[in-house]
């Protein structure tokens, strides 16, 4: 255990990486939290690596350390992480955006929809999926809900932090509050971890709600739920995007089709896993754009 009543420079407190073995990313945490300590950018900790922390600095740093080692998420301690490249406000009410999520927000971009497109964001959490694609698309007409008040009052509070005035957030329980309203385009990131699932006990995921993760049915339930209740909702010609876990890909992608959407697939996260699965309005008649 490293002394810390001694002066450490920024190189020796990145060293203490080491004191992280139950991280896969241990280097890229204590460069995370060093910046945070010393309010500057990841860069500055490689142009500076002999300036000494002050003892404010080197007891906070040493606080963010003993709880990551404890396995706090690195974005809990910081209270942000970044996702589409927007600084987004995160707590234990909501899952922590993941860059896997950026597929689904990537894969929609060239759809072709109208400039002023409806879009649904079901479940949004943090608003991460609703806001990147807001900031992408000034003109959409962008809904995010989630059944959980707590990380409604989140995404507002970075909806607003971001400026995007075309997101509308409240409160619903799936479609519950959404009744005569149809959209041109639906995305989800919903519960789809099965309740049994080894993983719920390891990592991060030990400290985000289950409710933003467990779905009955081997993980479906929730999926399947979207997709049929989703029919009532889309304009004809309209999309359904969902993400789900890298083992359901075949799943959702036979459940879209029993329900009757039109071109499904399923596209690969970055690390070329079944990540989103797609398909287009089974209403009948012309888009509607």
Not at 154 to 166: G, I, P
């Amino acid at each position: 255990m490293t002394d810390v009543s001694q002066p450490m420079t920024i190189q020796q407190c990145l060293l203490r990486a080491r004191e992280l073995p139950d991280s896969d990313s241990a280097r890229l945490d204590v460069e995370l939290l060093l910046a945070s300590v010393l309010e500057r950018d990841r860069s500055y900790l490689y142009t500076w690596p002999e300036k000494i922390l002050t003892e404010p600095q080197l007891s906070a740093f040493e606080a963010l350390l003993l709880a990551r080692r404890e396995g706090q998420p690195v974005a809990h301690l910081l209270g942000e992480r970044e996702f589409w490249g927007l600084p987004l406000a995160v707590n234990d009410s909501t899952l922590i955006p993941r860059p896997d999520t950026e597929t689904l927000v990537e894969s929609v971009l060239d759809l072709g929809l109208p400039d002023n497109a409806r879009v649904l964001d079901l479940g949004t959490g943090t608003g991460a999926i609703a806001l990147a694609l807001a900031s992408e698309y000034p003109e959409w007409v962008v809904v995010a809900v989630d059944f959980s008040s707590a990380a409604v009052a989140l995404a507002e509070r970075n909806r607003r932090a971001l400026a995007l005035d075309n997101v509308e957030i409240f409160a619903s329980d799936w479609f519950s509050q959404l009744t005569d309203r149809r959209f041109h385009l639906i995305v989800s990131n919903p519960p789809y971890i099965d309740e049994d699932d080894p993983h719920l006990s390891q990592g991060d995921v030990r400290f985000e709600p289950l409710s933003a993760l467990v779905a009955k049915n081997q993980g479906l339930a929730d999926l399947q739920h979207i997709i049929e209740a989703g029919r009532d909702h889309l304009l004809p010609g309209g999309w359904l995007f969902l993400e789900h876990g890298y083992t359901q890909g075949g799943a959702v992608r036979g459940l879209m089709e029993q329900a009757g959407y039109e071109g499904v697939e399923t596209l690969r996260d970055f690390g070329d896993n079944d990540r989103v699965t797609r398909g287009r309005s089974p209403n009948t008649g012309s888009a509607e754009w």
